[in-house]
């Protein structure tokens, strides 16, 4: 955005020609004009930029983020028209020259009518989207008013360039009286680029961070309503339990507080049923990774979790969030024999882990597994329990990094289970990117479906329905709209396989990509992905009866039996 070469926009100087010539000083407000104009060749690009930014993304969108997302672009937009326009010049090797008033006409008309255009077919796009997800909610008021939040947007970006482009002149004019022209240019362009990725990086980023986490801890010290200390000693927190209740954190006492009791699953099966097992380590119990899964299982192992028939090892989003549609439905289907250990490895929601904590969750995941591995591995075979694996979004980040591979998922678990993968997973990118010819992205076959295999919809059959699927069964859940799992750093310049084939029955057509903005769409789209009904976005419920049912394959388990669970998942979320 930095348009120094350009002229600046609107009418002649007048005044402050004439006081030139008669040697008195301009007027100050002719400074502060340069610092509000603006250059033909960056207001059209940043007319396209904002015009595109109306396109639709994965999920809907209200006004505030649709003036967030159309003033982002505009600014980029303006950036790219400036550039180009210097490119021009230097190839045609000619200076700036000033645009003339009827170009500023053509161009406030033509901003006029399509600015107008597009903005009628954003709003019917939005619609579109919101139909296929049942989304009732809209608010007309902001959305009338997204153009005034995106020139805001708009504005603050451009005065920031321009600061930023103002500090650079100056370093510049202090370093010439040491050194040559070229080599202060060198030298105040690498300070001024230092020092903002600097701020932006280690005083912003970090700072943001650092003030998310101390307020996310003290959300960590609340219990969420409905969840009440454990009166059984099956369950960390409880009489006897190795985790303190108060040190679970606030989804540690969430996820021993809560789930279907043996009467609830006795009452879906219809036979007497144990009580679920749940091991729990938060933040506070212990200094480290290792140590917390140490002291998750060791709890597991006093309540008798390596006696059962069914042990689940699950990797938590962020804040140590365990998926209760998840757990609650493996406990339905295992009639209540089976054990479940987690542990917690930050403060920070999801969706912000997901951006700056993808080590942590490396680390968990591993350790984790590993210590529930060794006392596992260490059991007579016969009196082992199906070990089975699952997370959800960054906890099936973490889920795999405890594995090399194919061979490995299976040989080592009786079934795995991962909802909402990033597209940054390791093993989820090897699967997909290696997928067999013809398959699509949304729903790719991996070796013929042998033992990974991928659903957005559980319920139909799995993809290839026409080939065996023998042995331990390892089962992607991935919905087409949702952006945790196509978000990429490579959305800026290529066009993703997911947009080339058909991308989803609950993304539109229309959606395409476009350089720099389907990126900024779909980054926008990542806080909000769960606010959208089940079934869509990251919003993962009644979907884990089918995926689930697929994984475990639990006998006597009909299709009236599903539906009926899936009627208690839904109620119970």
Same mark, same amino acid.
């Given at each position: 955005?930095?348009?120094?070469?350009?002229?600046?926009?609107?009418?002649?100087?007048?005044?402050? $020609?004439?006081?030139?010539?008669?040697?008195?000083?301009?007027?100050?407000?002719?400074?502060?004009?340069?610092?509000?104009?603006?250059?033909?060749?960056?207001?059209?690009?940043?007319?396209?930029?904002?015009?595109?930014?109306?396109?639709? &993304?994965?999920?809907?969108?209200?006004?505030?983020?649709?003036?967030?997302?159309?003033?982002?672009?505009?600014?980029?937009?303006?950036?790219?028209?400036?550039?180009?326009?210097?490119?021009?010049?230097?190839?045609?090797?000619? +200076? =700036? !020259?000033?645009?003339?008033?009827?170009?500023?006409?053509?161009?406030?008309?033509?901003?006029?009518?399509?600015?107008?255009?597009?903005?009628?077919?954003?709003?019917?796009?939005?619609?579109?989207?919101?139909?296929?997800?049942?989304?009732?909610?809209?608010?007309?008021?902001?959305?009338?008013?997204?153009?005034?939040?995106?020139?805001?947007?708009?504005?603050?970006?451009?005065?920031?360039?321009?600061?930023?482009?103002?500090?650079?002149?100056?370093?510049?004019?202090?370093?010439?009286?040491?050194?040559? =022209?070229?080599?202060? $240019?060198?030298?105040?362009?690498?300070?001024?680029?230092?020092?903002?990725?600097?701020?932006?990086? +280690?005083?912003?980023?970090?700072?943001?961070?650092?003030?998310?986490?101390?307020?996310?801890?003290?959300?960590?010290?609340?219990?969420?309503?409905?969840?009440?200390?454990?009166?059984?000693?099956?369950?960390?927190?409880?009489?006897?339990?190795?985790?303190?209740?108060?040190?679970?954190?606030?989804?540690?006492?969430?996820?021993?507080?809560?789930?279907?009791?043996?009467?609830?699953?006795?009452?879906? $099966?219809?036979?007497?049923?144990?009580?679920?097992?749940? *091991?729990?380590?938060?933040?506070?119990?212990?200094?480290?990774?290792? &140590?917390?899964?140490?002291?998750?299982?060791?709890?597991? &192992?006093?309540?008798?979790?390596?006696?059962?028939?069914?042990?689940?090892?699950?990797?938590?989003?962020? &804040?140590?969030?365990?998926?209760?549609?998840?757990?609650?439905?493996?406990?339905?289907?295992? +009639?209540?024999?089976?054990?479940?250990?987690?542990?917690?490895?930050?403060?920070?929601? *999801?969706?912000?882990?997901?951006?700056?904590?993808?080590?942590?969750?490396?680390?968990?995941?591993?350790?984790?597994?590993?210590?529930?591995?060794?006392?596992?591995?260490?059991?007579?075979?016969?009196?082992?329990?199906?070990?089975?694996?699952?997370?959800? *979004?960054?906890?099936?980040?973490?889920?795999?990094?405890?594995?090399?591979?194919?061979?490995?998922?299976?040989?080592?678990?009786?079934?795995?289970?991962?909802?909402?993968?990033?597209?940054?997973?390791?093993?989820?990118?090897?699967?997909?990117?290696?997928?067999?010819?013809?398959?699509?992205?949304?729903?790719? #076959?991996?070796?013929? @479906?042998?033992?990974? !295999?991928?659903?957005?919809?559980?319920?139909?059959?799995?993809?290839?329905?026409? !080939?065996?699927?023998?042995?331990?069964?390892?089962?992607?859940?991935?919905?087409?709209?949702?952006?945790?799992?196509?978000?990429?750093?490579?959305?800026?310049?290529?066009?993703?396989?997911?947009?080339?084939?058909?991308?989803?029955?609950?993304?539109?057509?229309?959606? #395409?990509?476009?350089?720099?903005?389907?990126?900024?769409?779909?980054?926008?789209?990542?806080?909000?992905?769960?606010?959208?009904?089940?079934?869509? @976005?990251?919003?993962?419920?009644?979907?884990?009866?089918?995926?689930?049912?697929?994984?475990?394959?639990?006998?006597?388990?009909?299709?009236?039996?599903?539906?009926?669970?899936?009627?208690?998942?839904?109620?119970?979320?």
């Amino acid at each position: 955005m930095g348009d120094a070469s350009e002229p600046s926009a609107g009418p002649s100087p007048g005044a402050d $020609t004439a006081a030139v010539a008669e040697g008195r000083p301009a007027p100050r407000r002719r400074k502060h004009r340069r610092w509000l104009s603006l250059t033909l060749p960056g207001c059209w690009g940043a007319l396209l930029f904002a015009c595109l930014s109306f396109t639709p &993304s994965l999920l809907p969108r209200g006004g505030i983020l649709q003036g967030l997302i159309c003033g982002i672009n505009a600014a980029l937009g303006y950036g790219a028209g400036v550039l180009a326009a210097w490119v021009w010049r230097a190839f045609a090797d000619r +200076g =700036p !020259r000033p645009a003339r008033h009827r170009s500023w006409i053509v161009f406030l008309a033509s901003a006029a009518v399509l600015f107008g255009l597009f903005f009628g077919f954003g709003q019917y796009w939005q619609h579109e989207i919101r139909r296929l997800m049942g989304v009732t909610h809209y608010n007309v008021p902001l959305a009338v008013v997204s153009p005034l939040i995106a020139a805001l947007v708009f504005c603050l970006l451009l005065l920031t360039a321009r600061g930023i482009r103002g500090l650079f002149r100056r370093l510049v004019r202090l370093l010439k009286r040491w050194i040559g =022209p070229r080599a202060a $240019t060198a030298v105040g362009w690498t300070a001024v680029a230092a020092l903002v990725w600097t701020i932006v990086t +280690g005083l912003l980023l970090n700072g943001l961070v650092g003030l998310a986490n101390d307020a996310f801890s003290v959300r960590d010290t609340t219990t969420e309503e409905g969840a009440h200390r454990p009166t059984t000693t099956l369950r960390s927190g409880g009489p006897g339990s190795l985790v303190p209740w108060d040190s679970l954190g606030r989804q540690g006492r969430n996820f021993t507080g809560t789930g279907p009791s043996a009467g609830d699953i006795e009452r879906f $099966t219809g036979r007497p049923a144990q009580e679920p097992i749940r *091991s729990y380590a938060g933040l506070e119990s212990a200094d480290s990774a290792e &140590s917390r899964a140490a002291k998750a299982v060791d709890d597991l &192992s006093r309540q008798g979790g390596f006696r059962r028939a069914n042990l689940l090892v699950v990797t938590t989003t962020g &804040s140590g969030w365990v998926d209760p549609a998840s757990v609650d439905t493996f406990e339905y289907l295992s +009639g209540g024999d089976s054990a479940t250990v987690a542990t917690q490895y930050s403060y920070l929601p *999801s969706w912000l882990s997901y951006l700056v904590d993808q080590t942590k969750a490396r680390e968990a995941g591993r350790a984790l597994f590993d210590a529930v591995y060794d006392d596992w591995s260490k059991l007579p075979q016969g009196q082992r329990p199906r070990l089975f694996v699952s997370g959800e *979004s960054l906890g099936s980040f973490g889920g795999e990094t405890a594995f090399s591979g194919e061979y490995d998922l299976r040989n080592r678990t009786a079934g795995t289970l991962f909802a909402g993968p990033p597209a940054f997973n390791t093993l989820f990118r090897e699967f997909s990117d290696h997928r067999d010819a013809g398959s699509p992205e949304i729903q790719p #076959v991996y070796k013929d @479906g042998r033992t990974v !295999r991928f659903a957005s919809d559980p319920a139909a059959e799995i993809p290839p329905a026409d !080939r065996p699927w023998n042995g331990n069964r390892v089962l992607y859940l991935m919905h087409s709209s949702d952006p945790i799992v196509w978000w990429s750093p490579h959305l800026v310049h290529s066009k993703p396989d997911w947009l080339g084939q058909h991308p989803g029955d609950d993304v539109l057509r229309q959606m #395409v990509w476009l350089p720099l903005v389907t990126f900024w769409q779909v980054t926008a789209d990542l806080p909000f992905s769960t606010d959208v009904p089940p079934g869509h @976005g990251h919003t993962y419920t009644t979907e884990y009866v089918d995926a689930w049912n697929a994984v475990m394959r639990p006998p006597d388990v009909t299709t009236r039996d599903l539906d009926r669970l899936k009627d208690i998942i839904a109620t119970e979320q």
